[in-house]
């Protein structure tokens, strides 16, 4: 599912641009290598992003680098590195993880919190599942207490 990747980084990962690729190909009905504005907003929905009906039209003028009206992958990516870095360091999971726990451990049903207040943040309109909930506990919970600590938490999203 792309729209729950979580960047924690300034950069996409290898597995972020594969899925963004494989997303934005799907919208290139007419296999030209880019994509228009009615296409970026089908493309951006099929992300979990709610674009603005203005937004669209905006976003191409910023990133249409040749000025053709179309956005071509290159310049895909950086308009989506650009909307999803919002969460671009340690310093603001660690922010979040600090309002949700208290500076203690989180618990499953903290830890669902959080990961929904980071996709809340990241713009993605989508709840995660009770099994993705725990398959994420599980990959987490590195010492296996049942809880998340910040260091497991970190550990996780950083590789994620």
């Keep these: 599912r792309a729209a729950l990747c979580v960047c924690t980084m300034s950069e996409l990962t290898e ?9 934005f190909n799907l919208f290139d009905t007419d296999r030209s290598g880019a994509i228009n504005s009615k296409e970026l907003g089908d493309v951006m929905r099929a992300l979990g992003m709610k674009p603005e009906k203005g937004e669209l039209a905006q976003l191409i003028e910023q990133v249409d680098q040749d000025h053709n009206g179309e956005i071509d992958f290159e310049e ?3 308009m989506i590195k650009e909307r999803v870095k919002d969460i671009d360091s340690e310093k603001d999971v660690m922010e979040i993880f600090e309002t949700l726990s ?15 207040a980071l996709c809340d943040k990241l713009g993605v309109d ?3 599942t009770d099994s993705e909930v725990n398959d994420i ?10 809880e998340i600590n910040s260091d497991e938490l970190v550990a996780l999203l950083l590789k994620a």
């Excluded at 597995?15 to 963004?20: D, K, L, R, S």
């Excluded at 506990?137 to 590195?142: F, S």
């Design 126 to 128: 989508e709840k995660l």
């Design 76 to 78: 895909f990516k950086v």
């Design 102 to 116: 208290g500076g203690e451990k989180l618990s499953r049903d903290g830890l669902a919190n959080l990961l929904q």
């Design 137 to 146: 506990c599980e990959r987490a919970d590195a010492n296996k207490d049942g």
């Design 15 to 23: 597995n972020q641009i594969a899925e963004f690729r494989e997303v």
